[in-house]
């Protein structure tokens, strides 16, 4: 049986901030308990088109 669930918003951003933040992708999959995979995907298909604006305080 497949486990698989879509990223929600909160998810995607959270991983905008921690790749932002210059944090390898296994690392990020392990802070949010996601698959690596899944992670790396999101990075080569969405993260590059996405415009979102971090500010880091």
Same mark, same amino acid.
């Given at each position: 049986?497949?486990?698989?669930?879509?990223?929600?918003? *909160? *998810? &995607?951003?959270?991983?905008?901030? !921690? !790749? %932002?933040?210059? !944090? $390898?992708?296994? *690392?990020?999959? @392990? +802070?949010?308990?996601? @698959?690596?995979?899944?992670? @790396?995907?999101? &990075? /080569? +298909? %969405?993260?590059? &088109?996405? &415009? /979102? $604006? +971090? *500010?880091?305080?």
């Amino acid at each position: 049986m497949n486990n698989y669930t879509q990223l929600t918003e *909160k *998810k &995607k951003v959270e991983i905008d901030i !921690l !790749l %932002k933040q210059g !944090l $390898f992708i296994r *690392k990020v999959a @392990s +802070i949010l308990e996601r @698959s690596y995979l899944t992670i @790396s995907i999101y &990075k /080569v +298909i %969405k993260y590059q &088109k996405r &415009k /979102v $604006f +971090i *500010k880091m305080i």
